[in-house]
């Protein structure tokens, strides 16, 4: 990812790009809205010497401009562009 996910916080508003490698084209998607949550989640799947043994994803939760709400699991083919700083929540 070229943005740090531990600089994406709740009440940004993001446009994220995101692109599935295929053998002759790439497949790209770009979502943008505010960030609800960002964290790590476990899966079902076993990964070897992973942490607690499980595969951990990075996931952000949208709300788009219509009321939509969107998870994105990021990847290494996952860009993230801060459009707008100004409604970032106060964690105090």
């Known amino acids: 990812m070229s943005h740090p996910t531990d600089q994406l916080k709740p009440g940004m508003i993001v446009e994220i790009t995101q692109q599935i490698p295929q053998r002759d084209e790439v497949w790209t998607t770009t979502t943008r809205g505010t960030i609800v949550k ?3 989640v476990k899966t079902g799947s076993w990964f070897a010497h992973a942490r607690h043994d499980k595969l951990w994803l990075d996931r952000l939760t949208l709300r788009k401009d219509d009321g939509e709400i969107v998870d994105l699991i990021l990847d290494e083919y996952t860009h993230a562009e801060v459009i707008d ?8």
Do not use: H, N
Not at 85 to 92: F, K, P, Q, V, Y
């Open 38 to 40: 960002y964290d790590q």
């Open 85 to 92: 700083e100004s409604g970032l929540c106060d964690a105090t």
